[in-house]
């Protein structure tokens, strides 16, 4: 009877903590993000300063017309929906955004951590979606950004983004029949 007791005791604590199983994913804005984008060897410095003005003054500012000094002119994309090139990257994120005022310090994104080695910078950052499971409720995960930087410029970019879903098609529209008359399908 113990061994079965502690079974079902074991079995409530598990599945009470499927329900509760995630800490929130937590990063920093402000002055403590800016700090994250340092680094004591010169080299890495130069790569996580440009990871930072990618982060802040493209990505949050949307200030694409600075893209020249912290991307290569060939910059290769590994994001599925995004064409390498600065030109097509420029064209991709001006379509949508637009420039807002730039910032002294990261005000949006959350940098979770910042990491460099050799000629790479990654960032991870604290996303917020809605609970598949309840629309009413959103959770936080990890994302990430790494480039490999040439000669102080972002020269190549990953990313965990995944091929976006086509649009869904206009839905089609029924003329309403005229006040008064009576419409039956069979």
Same mark, same amino acid.
């Given at each position: 009877?113990?061994?079965?007791?502690?079974?079902?005791?074991?079995?409530?604590?598990?599945?009470?903590?499927?329900?509760?199983?995630?800490?929130?994913?937590?990063?920093?804005?402000?002055?403590?993000?800016?700090?994250?984008?340092?680094?004591?060897?010169?080299?890495?410095?130069?790569?996580?300063?440009?990871?930072?003005?990618?982060?802040?003054?493209?990505?949050?500012?949307?200030?694409?017309?600075?893209?020249?000094?912290?991307?290569?002119?060939?910059?290769?994309? *590994?994001?599925?929906? /995004? =064409?390498?090139?600065? &030109?097509? #990257?420029?064209?991709?994120?001006?379509?949508?955004? +637009?420039?807002?005022?730039?910032?002294?310090?990261?005000?949006?994104? *959350?940098?979770?951590? /910042? =990491?460099?080695?050799? &000629?790479? #910078?990654?960032?991870?950052?604290?996303?917020?979606? +809605?609970?598949?499971?309840?629309?009413?409720?959103?959770?936080?995960?990890?994302?990430?950004?790494?480039?490999?930087?040439?000669?102080?410029?972002?020269?190549?970019?990953?990313?965990?983004?995944?091929?976006?879903?086509?649009?869904?098609?206009?839905?089609?529209?029924?003329?309403?029949?005229?006040?008064?008359?009576?419409?039956?399908?069979?």
């Amino acid at each position: 009877m113990k061994t079965l007791l502690c079974s079902l005791a074991i079995a409530v604590v598990f599945a009470c903590s499927a329900a509760f199983a995630q800490e929130p994913v937590v990063g920093v804005t402000g002055a403590e993000a800016d700090a994250l984008f340092t680094d004591k060897n010169p080299t890495l410095n130069t790569n996580k300063q440009a990871a930072y003005h990618i982060m802040k003054d493209l990505l949050e500012d949307n200030h694409w017309d600075l893209a020249g000094q912290w991307l290569t002119q060939a910059y290769h994309q *590994h994001n599925p929906n /995004v =064409v390498s090139g600065l &030109d097509p #990257v420029v064209k991709f994120f001006t379509g949508f955004r +637009k420039p807002t005022p730039i910032t002294e310090h990261i005000e949006k994104t *959350h940098i979770v951590a /910042v =990491v460099a080695e050799g &000629d790479k #910078v990654i960032v991870v950052i604290s996303r917020e979606y +809605k609970d598949p499971r309840d629309p009413s409720k959103t959770y936080t995960t990890s994302w990430f950004d790494m480039w490999r930087f040439v000669n102080g410029k972002a020269d190549e970019h990953w990313d965990a983004a995944t091929i976006n879903p086509p649009a869904p098609p206009p839905a089609a529209t029924t003329p309403n029949p005229p006040s008064g008359v009576n419409v039956t399908t069979h």
